[in-house]
């Protein structure tokens, strides 16, 4: 490659050689615009619903915030919630639904504490507003590069609304 009497990057040559160089920047930037970051999840409020003989229903309140520039899609999951380190109830995370880029949506799952769960310990604990609650949420995301597991572990006192 001669180089004497014309500049390497006049002609066809630089031409070329810019727009590869534009296309190449131009991905790079691309891929650090669409850098994910994990969702905000909060436990917002654990409250009873309802009480009957075979059941007390509880409320887990949760909000889920996309902090990303991009839409993200929570596909459900599991939780497990606890009263004084006893596993009253597990199940499936029932919510589906589209996180819109920086915005923060709630959800209330309603969760049974079925009769022969109830013991006289956790019944006064509920009673003297002495519980502890532990929930346990393991939800499953679908972001632009693919699917995300995140698992948080909350734990509240139990609070008179």
Request: with cysteine; charged share 25%.
């Amino acid at each position: 490659m001669e180089l004497s009497g014309k500049n390497f990057y006049s002609g066809w040559k630089g031409i070329i050689f810019s727009l590869i160089f534009l296309v190449l920047t131009d991905c790079a930037t691309f891929k650090t615009a669409k850098t994910s970051q994990n969702p905000q999840i909060k436990l917002t409020g654990t409250r009873i619903a309802s009480i009957s003989l075979e059941k007390i229903t509880f409320i887990m309140e949760t909000d889920i915030s996309n902090p990303n520039d991009f839409p993200i899609k929570l596909l459900g999951g599991e939780y497990r919630f606890f009263i004084n380190g006893v596993e009253i109830h597990g199940d499936k995370f029932p919510h589906i639904s589209v996180l819109k880029p920086h915005k923060t949506k709630s959800f209330d799952t309603f969760v049974p504490f079925y009769e022969e769960k109830q013991t006289d310990e956790l019944l006064d604990a509920l009673r003297d507003r002495t519980a502890k609650f532990k929930v346990i949420l393991d939800l499953e995301f679908q972001y632009p590069e693919g699917r995300k597991r995140i698992h948080r572990v909350f734990i509240r006192p139990y609070k008179k609304y």
